[in-house]
């Protein structure tokens, strides 16, 4: 069954920000692959730090990772066989509900466009999984999201030790989190086959960079909000602006009054 399925979250149309960065535009290779042979090529000076294509792309990498986990959690959560199963679904929904809001607040502050829409490869995840019924469903659900995460967990220890700018490395700590939950509970299934999972993690299949590349928005159009569940247990961390109580403070981030 295809993504549309499941709702992705409530669409809204964020207010405009005044900002002193030039606009990064969105490149044909944004997000899953590589922008250029330089990643640690500054492409602009903020007031958090410099930031660098793969802080962008980083950011990037977690919006579409909740734009195809968050619906698939609500999946695991209805066709899932076991408690199990469907406690990893609830663990995916309030995770990425969580590492959103700070990634949508991220991307504002440093004018990064975020797209609307996973990758191909990863709505394919998503057809592939929903497809399937029973242990089946099962197995799939837990296998594909564990070796997901394996891979982007990796990812994640890299910009956290290599980024310069405050607001990513807040992003990373978050991302670091959650990724290492939604990795505990897809183990605690039963359903991982470890072999397989580290094998595809270690020798990804060579696919075309469009199918690894989630498409850009298109102008005008509402941001997908991918919206917490009413027994949220987990928070987005605190940022500079950011007066809700609720959020966790961030390393180095000290929240300031909103203006206005």
């Not at 149309?13 to 899953?32: C, F, I, R």
């Not at 609830?90 to 609307?116: F, S, Y």
């Not at 690894?212 to 961390?237: D, I, K, R, Y």
Request: charged letters at 15%.
């Amino acid at each position: 069954m295809p993504l549309s399925r499941n709702a992705m979250g409530t669409l809204f149309v964020g207010g405009a920000l005044t900002l002193t960065l030039g606009a990064l535009a969105y490149p044909s290779m944004l997000g899953l692959s590589t922008v250029s042979s330089a990643q640690d090529r500054v492409i602009a000076q903020t007031q958090w730090g410099p930031l660098t294509e793969q802080d962008r792309d980083f950011v990037v990498k977690v919006r579409a990772a909740g734009l195809w986990e968050y619906p698939l959690g609500k999946i695991g959560m209805e066709k899932g066989t076991t408690k199990e199963v469907k406690t990893a679904g609830e663990h995916l929904v309030d995770g990425h509900a969580a590492l959103d809001t700070t990634c949508r607040k991220i991307a504002q502050m440093l004018n990064i466009t975020l797209p609307n829409v996973a990758s191909p490869q990863q709505v394919g995840f998503v057809n592939q999984i929903d497809s399937s019924s029973g242990q089946q469903f099962d197995t799939n659900f837990a296998n594909i999201l564990r070796t997901t995460h394996g891979s982007i967990f990796n990812t994640v220890a890299k910009i956290r030790s290599t980024t310069k700018n405050t607001l990513v490395r807040a992003l990373a700590d978050q991302a670091n989190d959650t990724v290492l939950d939604h990795i505990t509970v897809m183990e605690k299934t039963g359903f991982v086959n470890f072999d397989q999972a580290l094998f595809q993690q270690t020798t990804p299949p060579k696919l075309p960079s469009d199918n690894l590349t989630p498409p850009a928005p298109q102008p005008g159009e509402p941001q997908v909000v991918l919206t917490p569940p009413a027994n949220a247990t987990s928070s987005p961390v605190a940022l500079p602006g950011d007066s809700s109580s609720s959020a966790t403070p961030a390393p180095g981030v000290s929240p300031t009054p909103a203006v206005g």
